[in-house]
């Protein structure tokens, strides 16, 4: 089941108010997250249902789900060569299995912390969301897909 008022169900214009959509594995939307404050932020949802949490989903999609997550986060380490990832996964209003993957550098203002959600202080435009996009999908290319 998809909900047209989620923005991982309907994409469009709901998602694009804080998201890109970079693009889609069989069992995930992967999306660079438009506050770029730690640079590389990306967003790993789940693409086939609307599905709340990881114990929704059976063993095999969950396994799937989670592959994507890593794959994502050593494209984000080969890319951006953070000193740590985040992973942010919180449900409270919006209700779709999501993860926010957080490349965290020992010199950058959270460092030691959680990360904020949104910040607010590095919002970037779809051109340059197309940028990291493109650098995401290249690095996903090379060392997860071998060619």
């Not at 740590?84 to 409270?92: H, L, M, S, V």
């Not at 340059?128 to 995401?136: N, P």
């Amino acid at each position: 089941m998809k909900l047209e008022t989620c923005p991982y169900c309907s994409r469009g214009k709901l998602l694009s108010a804080f998201g890109y959509l970079a693009f889609k594995t069989e069992t995930s939307l992967i999306i660079v997250f438009k506050e770029q404050s730690k640079p590389g932020r990306m967003i790993v949802a789940y693409r086939n249902d609307h599905v709340a949490e990881l114990k929704d989903l059976d063993e095999k999609e969950r396994n799937a789900f989670m592959k994507d997550v890593a794959d994502i986060a050593k494209c984000i380490d080969y890319v951006y060569h953070p000193d740590r990832i985040n992973y942010g996964a919180y449900g409270d209003t919006l209700g779709h299995l999501h993860f926010h993957l957080v490349p965290k550098y020992k010199d950058d203002f959270e460092w030691g912390g959680t990360f904020s959600m949104n910040p607010h202080k590095v919002e970037i435009a779809d051109d340059e969301c197309e940028v990291i996009a493109e650098k995401i999908r290249d690095a996903y290319k090379k060392i997860i897909e071998g060619k």
